[in-house]
């Protein structure tokens, strides 16, 4: 995993989607942009969904989308290409000449499901590593011989990604969302959806996979939080001691299993006292913790605020001399859900 590059402000993602799109794939592409911005407090992603001509789509199942249209001057930080079916009809040549034009004014272009196809086609993929659905992975490689084509689940080359297909897109997500805002956030949103939530031991010879072993480790904490597991045990659920677990949190992510183990804890804590009305002793409890003044300290030291303080502030309405944008920052998280 590359070192993280964390970035301030709010990055825009343009999702260009076609008729028949996997909703799958557009949720595994949005929702972990959501609960990052959610987890973080802060509107790290914005997005927008855009096709080629004006009008409602409908996704390989049926569901019904209104996109805007795709602007030929658009800019952003990212841009998603959504075809999944049908990707050879759909590569018209208006297509990708406006291809050819964003590949240029966007930071990353990425290519989910058969997007890499498209991209390939558009000839923005020229000398650059890319997989695609394994369908037609064996069909880019022949079609597109300028581009390095790998059996991966995701590739991040420079300023072009790919993915082959909707489950494969969420780690695509999280792998970018690493890159820009750190492990630890990327950690967070992985546990936030019960991602990597398999526990069984690795064969003997297969290899520690540190990304992977972390979600593991994460998606565990989320399940234990009234009793939270000593670390001991969560490796051992793992297959590994506890030294090799606590060497790959501070290698990979930058940070010690107890300490995400907290973060977690405390959003959950968070989002009850936002959403529910539950005591502050009893989310102290839901919580793992006994205490509910160390749950309160451990609050204040995370979010700068009590929760008590948190619940108040979200229940005010803004004094007339208040900026309601200010305000708005500090309750925006109160439609926070679980994923």
């Not at 557009?26 to 914005?46: D, G, I, M, Q």
């Not at 409908?58 to 249209?69: C, D, I, N, T, Y």
């Not at 998603?80 to 050879?88: A, C, G, I």
Request: positive net charge; glycine residues 8%; aromatic residues 6%.
């Amino acid at each position: 995993m590359q070192k993280d590059r964390r970035t301030s402000g709010t990055e825009l993602v343009v999702l260009l989607l076609f008729p028949g799109f996997s909703n799958l794939c557009l949720a595994n592409a949005v929702e972990p942009l959501r609960a990052a911005n959610t987890l973080a407090r802060r509107p790290h992603y914005r997005w927008r969904f855009v096709a080629m001509e004006d009008g409602p789509l409908q996704s390989s199942s049926g569901l019904p989308v209104q996109p805007e249209p795709f602007d030929r001057d658009a800019t952003g930080d990212m841009m998603l290409v959504m075809p999944s079916y049908n990707h050879v009809a759909l590569a018209t040549p208006d297509t990708l000449r406006r291809l050819r034009g964003a590949a240029k004014r966007f930071g990353l272009v990425a290519g989910l499901d058969s997007g890499s196809w498209m991209l390939a086609r558009a000839g923005v993929l020229n000398g650059y590593r890319a997989t695609s659905h394994w369908d037609i992975l064996n069909s880019l490689s022949e079609e597109f011989p300028e581009v390095d084509v790998v059996a991966d689940r995701f590739v991040i080359d420079r300023n072009r990604a790919s993915c082959g297909g909707a489950t494969a897109t969420l780690d695509l997500m999280l792998e970018l969302i690493a890159r820009r805002h750190g492990t630890a956030l990327a950690l967070d949103v992985a546990a936030l959806f019960l991602y990597g939530g398999g526990t069984a031991h690795p064969a003997p010879h297969m290899p520690v996979l540190p990304q992977r072993t972390l979600r593991e480790a994460a998606a565990l904490m989320r399940r234990n939080l009234e009793d939270p597991l000593p670390i001991a045990a969560i490796a051992g659920s793992l297959g590994l001691s506890q030294r090799k677990l606590e060497m790959l949190f501070r290698t990979h992510a930058d940070l010690t299993a107890v300490q995400l183990y907290r973060r977690i804890r405390l959003a959950e804590a968070r989002r009850r006292v936002l959403e529910t009305t539950q005591s502050i002793a009893e989310i102290a409890g839901r919580c793992g913790y006994g205490d509910p003044a160390a749950m309160t300290r451990a609050f204040r030291a995370e979010f700068g605020v009590t929760p008590r303080m948190l619940r108040r502030g979200a229940n005010m309405t803004p004094p007339r001399d208040e900026d309601p944008a200010a305000h708005a920052i500090l309750i925006r998280d109160r439609t926070e859900t679980r994923g």
